[in-house]
């Protein structure tokens, strides 16, 4: 359970992860903006208040790991990890200049504190189990968390790094499915049904649970538990958009090219929130 | 290293594999062994039941396999992965590009059955082309392995080399061309019989030994060739391919691939950039497999010694 103050922290967090995400994409004028917002609650609790890291050493031995298998939503895992001192804040508004170390998807060989290079959907899930698994082999007290997109479970992949991660107990591996309801081409309900997620996790094996993937309570409280021999899988449900009005109402959001003034708009709605919470 | 080849036929390669990669794990904590199901068909599977832990049965889901074992090497492992040639090169390419080769993580890939060794298999489990696939993977390393004694060798340096490495191997056994226990220098080709000036073969995998034929048909009648064993296919010796080509000017390559993206393709690229040399080739020629026993198949792709031999006249006859 979150206390108030802990939770005014990472309300504080999640905006503004979700105000370094806009300021990248400010910075090159495009991006993918809807995904890296509905993310940016998960990533404010994950890396404010439940992931084992050190920002001064990034491989630490046993550290917990991320895995955006989700790539595109790295403009949002960039600003979590900036504001963590990863990196220097500026840097990261260099996404997908030529050169850069902040490209479009995560990349493990290019930023501080990525831990692996996603892009390709449904790769980033066997990678996690891959990571997950071999800790334990190592004899690692860590966990890796997975966050894996509702569009992206198209992939055939991602099913069977499910059956496998249920069927071996990979039980120190954490999927997180960003339920924003979106994809490219419009709803994944119009697109490809995902029908009853967490119906679907629960019968290859997993403790499956469903919450308010915006909400910090629920998602510290899915977060911190223990997973007992069943691996966990948390639905959230989001928006893709999620915390830029216009955003969220706009239908196509996957990626957008916004003019200056825009983003600016954006970012005065967000600092204006921000303040509010002193 | 010391050539015996006599035209008998060596261990079974599934025997050495079958020792080998438990060797492997004995000897190293760090090396993990993922299987897709086709553990019974390289021996492993009784030892598996004894490590639980590190032999790991992924079932059969090779894509997935792949990327746990990329996942794997990023925290610190050291990742062997085994299925039929076909599954582990087309069916996971995307996984070994972008999750191993991309990413920078390093993964070990046997394939099995390469070519026409699938034999009974048929044309669904032929991989002709996988040698181009895994070319074409940056920085990527490709062997097609000739005999047990480089099996075990290549096998063994290859957990401590960074990046993916392809190793294409049979099961059965190929005709013995090295001593047991011989070292063998990775990216270099060996020249397995020495023999004049007159044209210089390199071949690879099953098609050395028919080679090494194909050179003592050729002596008998006053031919002299050079044989080479480019079994690093990539990244290929090219200063030994420049070497005999310009001594013997007349090269003929042989592999158990098609003809597109493998050895014909590697050592062409080097001489029509560096040395343009009357080339010859034996290989698939751009063709899908077909089921049957593996002599059959041999002389129905034109895999021969015999074959060897018309495409070296071939070329002595353009110097």
Known sequence: ?278 | MKIVYNGEKDRAFKDVLGATIPHLAQVDPDVVYLDADLMGCIGTAKWAKEEPVRAINCGIAEANMVGIAAGMSAVGLKPIVHTFGPFASRRCYDQIFLSGGYAKNSVTVIGTDPGVCAAFNGGTHMPFEDMALYRALPGAYVFDITDAAMLEDVLTQCKDIHGVKYIRVGRKNNKKIYEDGSKFEIGKGIVTREDGSDAVIIACGIMVAKAMEAAEILAAEGVKVTVIDMFTVKPLDEELVLKYAKSTGAVVTAENHNKIGGLYSAVADVLSLKLPTPIEYVAIEDEFGEVGPQDYLEERFRLTAEHIVEKVRAAIARK
């Open chain 1, 1 to 278: 359970m979150l206390d108030s103050g802990m939770k005014k922290d990472l309300q504080k967090l999640a905006l503004k992860i979700r105000i370094g995400a806009v300021e990248e994409f400010k910075a090159r004028g495009f991006g993918h903006v809807g995904g890296s917002l509905s993310v940016a609650d998960v990533l404010a609790v994950l890396y404010g208040a439940v992931m084992k890291v050190d920002p001064k050493d990034p491989k630490m031995e046993g550290r917990d790991k991320l895995v955006c298998s989700k790539g595109h939503a790295g403009p949002a895992v960039y600003a979590a990890l900036a504001i963590k001192g990863f990196f220097p804040y500026e840097d990261i508004k260099t996404l997908n200049q030529p050169g850069t170390d902040f490209p479009s998807h995560c990349d493990r060989n290019k930023t501080p504190g990525v831990d692996m290079t996603t892009g390709s959907l449904g790769q980033g899930t066997s990678l996690a189990v891959g990571m997950a698994m071999g800790d334990k082999i190592k004899g690692r007290d860590s966990r890796t968390f997975l966050i894996v997109g509702d569009g992206e479970i198209d992939e055939g992949q991602v099913w069977e790094a499910a059956m496998f991660t249920a069927g071996k107990k990979v039980n120190n591996l954490v999927w997180l499915i960003d339920n924003n309801k979106k994809q490219l081409d419009g709803y994944t309900e119009d697109i490809l049904d995902t029908g009853d997620l967490r119906a679907k996790f629960e019968a290859f094996g997993f403790d499956a649970v469903r919450i308010d993937g915006s909400d910090l309570d629920q998602l510290y409280d899915a977060l911190t538990k223990q997973a007992g021999e069943k691996p966990i899988a948390v639905i959230l449900d989001t928006v893709k958009g999620k915390g830029v009005k216009e955003v969220e109402e706009t239908m196509s959001n996957h990626s957008m090219t916004m003019p200056e003034e825009t983003y600016d708009q954006w970012l005065a709605e967000l600092n204006s929130e921000l303040d509010a919470l002193g």
